[in-house]
């Protein structure tokens, strides 16, 4: 069963006071969500899966996987967007910190916070990854940025701060996700795939 739990905090903000909480959300994959049946070679089946499982307030949170490689989507809608992820395998933690704000006097998320494990499976280097939730019908999630743990003091404050202030507002496709805190030259990075263009309907397919 869904795990929720909630932690709020008060903000000042440009000489406000604005409420930001964090909503956590804890899962069993196998019993939580919903797997995608998916019309796919038989030479591909093993290759990957889709999933949709239900986030607080309505949202939902959207799973791929390719080849041992996550992309994550979060948002009001069961949508999959671009697929963004690193070169090498990936998985990722069961909780999911939702970083909501005051919308119309309601509570709205507005990004999420996920631990990833990036690596071989012996050695992943685990990092936080900020990524904005979708909130419209026509929109996308992703990456804001990245925060490798391994030297970075303090490092899910630090995530926090990223998603307050980067998240919103955040275009995507037109900003790349931004390593924050410690960035070493082992430091995995992101990389996002856009879509491809639709075709016009006087094009040839």
Request: some cysteine; charged content about 20%; aromatic content about 10%.
């Amino acid at each position: 069963m869904i795990r929720l739990a909630l932690l709020a905090l008060v903000f000042p903000v440009a000489g406000h006071a604005q409420t930001l909480d964090s909503v956590y959300t804890s899962y069993d994959w196998a019993k939580d969500c919903r797997t995608l049946e998916q019309d796919v070679p038989p030479d591909e089946a093993g290759m990957g899966f889709q999933m949709i499982c239900p986030g607080p307030d309505g949202m939902y949170l959207m799973l791929t996987d390719g080849d041992a490689r996550i992309s994550m989507d979060y948002g009001t809608t069961q949508d999959f967007g671009p697929w963004e992820s690193f070169s090498t395998f990936s998985s990722v933690s069961d909780t999911v910190k939702w970083r909501r704000q005051a919308l119309k006097g309601e509570m709205t998320p507005f990004a999420t916070i996920h631990r990833w494990f990036v690596g071989p499976s012996n050695t992943p280097r685990e990092l936080l990854i900020i990524s904005t939730v979708a909130t419209s019908p026509g929109t996308e999630s992703c990456m804001v940025g990245f925060i490798d743990t391994t030297n970075t003091p303090d490092a899910n404050a630090l995530a926090r701060d990223v998603a307050d202030r980067y998240a919103p507002g955040f275009v995507c496709g037109n900003a790349r996700a931004r390593g924050f805190g410690y960035v070493g030259l082992d430091t995995p990075v992101p990389r996002r795939v856009s879509p491809r263009p639709k075709k016009s309907t006087g094009e040839k397919p």
